[in-house]
Structure formats: C-alpha cells, structure tokens
C-alpha cells in the first residue's frame, strides 16, 4: 500500500508538472504565453493570447491533471483516504512547482479543481463551489476571493467533520495557494463585486451627492 501511494504520488506530480497552457500556447498560438496578463504559466493568460478555443483546451487540459492518478488511487486500488489525499496533494505541488519551469509553475486553481472533483468526499467540492461563489460576489481582488472562498470551506468542514483528514487536506491546500498568490495577497482585501459594492462603506463625498 505504502508503494501504491509512493508511485501514485510521483507520478501524480510529474503529471501536475506538465506545463499544458505553455505548450499549447507554443504549439498552437506560437506565443509564449508567460508574456501575456500577470507572466502565469496557466490557461488564464491562454485565452489573453489566443482567444476562447485555446484558452478552453488549456483550461481543461489544467483541470484534468489532477484528475486520473487520484481516482486511480481510491476507485482501483482502494488507499486510505490519506493516502488518496496525498497524491492529490502531489498533483497540485507539480503544477505549482514544475521543474520543467524551474520551479515557477502556475497558481494552481485548474488542478485543484481537478482534485477536488476526483476525491470520493464530494462535499470538499461543494462546499469549496458554494464559498468561492459567495467571496467572489463580496470580496476583491482575486486573489483574495480565492484564499477567503477556500477559507470557508475550511471553516465549514472543520464544524462539520472536526480535527479530521478533510480540514487538514484543505489547509494543505490553501498553503500551496496562498503561497503561490503571495505577491496578490500583499494587496489589502476590500468589499468588491455585487453584494460586496452594496456592503461598502458610503464615502463621505458619495453621500453628499444624494
């Protein structure tokens, strides 16, 4: 067993590893799309070189990456849930640490879902769905929509499941994250999107225009 989710997990890695949105904006855009947006190796700057068919391929191509070895790993071979858990862990680490970039890979959101949606415990998923949902319509920037969404998915699966593996999986993740948003995260969070715009603070100015 202690094989199986040695193997899985390395090779789980290697995949995450494979810089996708790179080599699909090389070989079929002929750009290198670490030029584009904010310099990311992921599918986001894809559709800034190339448009929407490219940026959709790369996007799934992201996603799937964290996919196979995971549900490998649970549906075939049957591991323990941490064991699982660790190779979905891996698979992120590889796209957010690919040696193939010299260790400057992407943020990491496509493969997360990918995971995410491989793991048996579908309440990560939906719960994660639900608080990002709710982060991005009240918080800005990105970044911090991300790392707040995640949060509360956090918070949630620690009342409902305890000190248990889920809550732990999910601070694992949310340091890869968070670490890989670092320099967005310097940026103080505020009241942003829909309902965030509505919760804000009136300025001083703003009131007297009415």
């Known amino acids: ?7 899985l997990a390395v090779v789980a890695f290697w995949l995450g590893a494979c810089p996708f949105s790179v080599w699909v ?14 310099g990311n190796p992921g599918a986001y700057n894809v559709f800034r070189a ?40 891996s698979a992120i680490l590889g796209h957010a640490y690919t040696p193939v970039l010299g260790f400057k890979g992407g943020k990491a959101l496509g493969v997360t879902g990918g995971v995410l949606i491989a793991l048996p415990q579908h309440e ?11 982060s991005s319509l009240l918080v800005v920037p990105d ?37 890989k948003h670092y320099n967005d995260l310097k940026v103080m969070p505020r009241f942003g999107g829909k309902l965030g ?3 804000r603070p009136r300025r001083t100015a703003d009131l007297g225009q009415q």
């Open 1 to 7: 067993m202690f094989y199986h989710c040695l193997l």
């Open 25 to 38: 904006g090389k070989w079929l855009l002929h750009k290198d799309i670490r030029q584009y947006g904010d």
């Open 50 to 89: 190339g448009g929407r068919k490219t940026g959709v391929l790369a996007m799934v191509l992201d996603i799937g990456k964290g996919i196979p070895f995971v549900a490998i790993a649970h549906y075939q071979l049957g591991l323990p849930t941490a064991a699982v858990m660790v190779v979905g862990l």
């Open 124 to 134: 990560i998923l939906l719960s994660v769905l639900v608080f990002l949902a709710l």
């Open 143 to 179: 970044a911090w929509r991300v790392v707040s969404g995640m949060t509360g998915s956090l918070v949630y699966l620690t009342v409902t499941h305890g000190l248990s593996l889920e809550p732990l999986f999910m601070v694992c993740v949310i340091a890869i994250l968070a670490a």
């Open 197 to 199: 715009s509505r919760l």
